[in-house]
C-alpha cells in the first residue's frame, strides 16, 4: 500500500521482500479469504501505548478506500459478520490486486531479498545477500514476531533499535490461551465444545463465542480477550449473557434438585459443558442466597490462565516501535529524517475482525503519501 501511494506520487520505489512470494500474511488471512477490513473502524479497536495515535491517521485511509480499491478491482465480498469483510473467492484476489496497482505505478518488487542489515550515510544503505540499495527515504514494513515459521523474526525491532527508536515490549495477541493443568484435566476433554460468552479483563470485553481447545480455550471471545490479557491475571467468563439460569428454579413448584439445574443450564449451554461446569460448581445447598450465588458464578467463572500458545499461534503482534517515536501523520521516525515503520511492527493493534489489515493500509498510505 506504501509502495503504491508512492509511485502514484511518482516516487522510483523498490519493495524488498525477502519470500519468494508477496502477501504471505494475506493469503493465509481470514482462513484464506482475508478479513481485508472492518466497516466499523474506530480507534477503539486499537490497543497501542497511545490509543490517540492512530485515530487521525485511520480517519485519513479509511475501510471506504480500501473498498472502493477492492471494487476497481472487481472483487467480489461480502460482510460476514459484525462489519467484518471477507472475500467471496481467495484472500489470493487482494495480493493479486495490490501487484496489478505496483506495476501500474512502476513499483519494482524484488522477491528472494532478505535485508540483512542497513547503514545511514547521507542516505540508507539496505544491503541483501547479493545487491545494495541506495535510497532517501526507507519504509520499515517487516511485520511482528507471530507464526515464526513463515519466517516471521525480530528484524523490524532491532532496525529500530539501531536507530535509537524505543520499542514496547511485543506480546502476542489474539492468541489462544493455555490452561492450569489443574484447569486442563478439568475441562479440556470438551475439546471442540463451544459456546456464546462474554469474556472479560482489564475493563474490555466481548461477546463472541468461546471454544475449548485441547490445551485451553480459544475461539473469538478468547482470542479477542487475549490481547488485554498479562499473567497472573485473571479472565472472567460469563457463561449466559444476559440470562438468568436459575429463573425458573426460584418458581416454587420447580423442584430444587443438581438433575433440575442441570436441565436448566443445558437450555443454554452445549450438554458437556453444562454437566461439567455444574459437576464443578455444584451449589453447597438448595437456599435462595446459595442459587443466587450459582448465578452469579456462571456469570463470572474467574479462570486464571497459565500462559498463552504464544508468537507459534498468535495472529499478530502487540507492542513494538514506541509511537511516540513517530510522527502521527506520516509514520516517519521523529529522531531519523526518511526512516519510516508502518503496520504490524508499530506499536498499533488491531482487535479481531480485520482493523490489523486496515491498519496495514492506513499506516502504509499514510507512510507512501509523505515519500
Ligand atoms: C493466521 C493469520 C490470519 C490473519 N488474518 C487476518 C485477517 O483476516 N484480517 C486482519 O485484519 N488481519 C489478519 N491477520 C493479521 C495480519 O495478517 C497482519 O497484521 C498484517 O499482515 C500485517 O502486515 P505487515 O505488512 O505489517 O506485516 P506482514 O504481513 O507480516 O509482512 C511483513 C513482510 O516483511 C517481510 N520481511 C520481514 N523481514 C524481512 C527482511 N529482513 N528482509 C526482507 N523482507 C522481510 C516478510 O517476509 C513479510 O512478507 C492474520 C494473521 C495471521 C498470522
Redesign the pocket.
Known amino acids: 500500500m506504501c509502495a503504491i501511494e508512492a509511485g502514484k506520487r511518482g516516487r522510483r520505489v523498490a519493495v524488498?521482500?525477502?519470500?519468494d512470494q508477496?502477501?504471505?500474511?494475506?493469503l493465509?488471512?481470514?482462513g484464506g479469504r482475508?478479513?481485508?477490513t472492518n466497516l466499523h473502524c474506530r480507534a477503539e479497536n486499537f490497543l497501542s501505548g497511545n490509543p490517540h495515535f492512530a485515530k487521525s491517521l485511520l480517519a485519513r485511509y479509511t475501510p471506504e478506500d480500501f473498498i472502493a480499491l477492492v471494487e476497481k478491482h472487481h472483487i467480489p465480498y461480502h460482510e460476514k459478520t459484525l462489519g467484518q469483510l471477507f472475500c467471496d473467492r481467495s484472500a489470493r484476489d487482494i495480493v493479486e490486486m495490490l501487484k496489478k496497482e505496483c506495476s501500474s505505478t512502476g513499483v519494482t518488487i524484488f522477491l528472494n531479498?532478505?535485508?540483512?542489515d542497513v547503514k545511514r550515510t547521507t542516505e540508507f544503505v539496505v544491503h541483501t545477500a547479493n545487491a545494495e540499495f541506495y535510497a532517501p527515504a526507507l519504509v520499515v514494513?517487516?511485520?511482528?514476531l507471530?507464526?515464526p515459521k513463515m519466517?516471521?523474526?525480530a528484524?523490524?525491532y532491532e532496525l529500530a533499535r539501531q536507530f535509537g527508536l524505543k520499542i514496547r515490549e511485543p506480546w502476542p495477541a489474539l492468541v489462544p490461551l493455555v490452561l492450569s493443568a489443574d484447569d486442563r484435566s478439568r475441562y479440556c476433554d470438551l475439546t471442540g465444545v463451544s459456546a456464546e460468552v462474554i469474556a472479560s479483563c482489564h475493563g474490555q470485553q466481548f461477546r463472541e463465542k468461546m471454544l475449548v481447545t485441547h490445551r485451553g480455550l480459544s475461539g473469538p471471545a478468547i482470542l479477542q480477550i487475549s490481547s488485554y490479557w498479562k499473567k497472573p491475571q485473571e479472565i472472567q467468563i460469563d457463561l449466559a449473557p444476559g440470562i438468568e439460569m436459575t429463573k425458573n428454579l426460584r418458581d416454587p413448584k420447580m423442584p430444587r434438585t443438581l438433575t433440575a439445574v442441570r436441565s436448566e443450564f443445558r437450555k443454554i449451554l452445549p450438554a458437556r459443558l453444562a454437566d461439567r461446569w455444574l459437576d464443578l460448581h455444584a451449589p453447597a445447598s438448595w437456599t435462595n442466597t446459595a442459587l443466587a450465588d450459582l448465578e452469579q458464578q456462571a456469570h463470572a467463572w474467574t479462570i486464571v490462565p497459565s500462559g498463552t500458545e504464544g508468537y507459534e499461534k498468535?495472529?499478530?503482534t502487540a507492542g513494538g516501535v514506541d509511537t511516540d517515536e513517530l510522527f502521527a501523520k506520516t509514520m516517519e521516525s521523529r529522531k531519523v529524517h526518511g526512516l519510516f515503520f508502518?503496520?504490524?511492527?508499530v506499536d498499533v493493534t488491531?482487535q479481531l475482525?480485520?482493523?490489523?489489515?486496515?491498519?496495514?493500509w492506513a499506516s502504509g498510505a499514510a507512510a507512501g503519501r509523505a515519500l
Do not use: D, H, P, Y
Request: hydrophobic residues 40%; charged residues 15%; glycine residues 22%.
Open positions: 524488498l521482500e525477502r519470500a508477496l502477501g504471505k500474511k494475506i493465509i488471512s481470514g482475508c478479513n481485508f531479498t532478505k535485508i540483512q514494513a517487516t511485520g511482528g507471530s507464526i519466517g516471521a523474526t528484524f523490524g498468535a495472529e499478530v508502518i503496520g504490524e511492527v488491531g475482525g480485520g482493523f490489523n489489515f486496515q491498519w496495514a
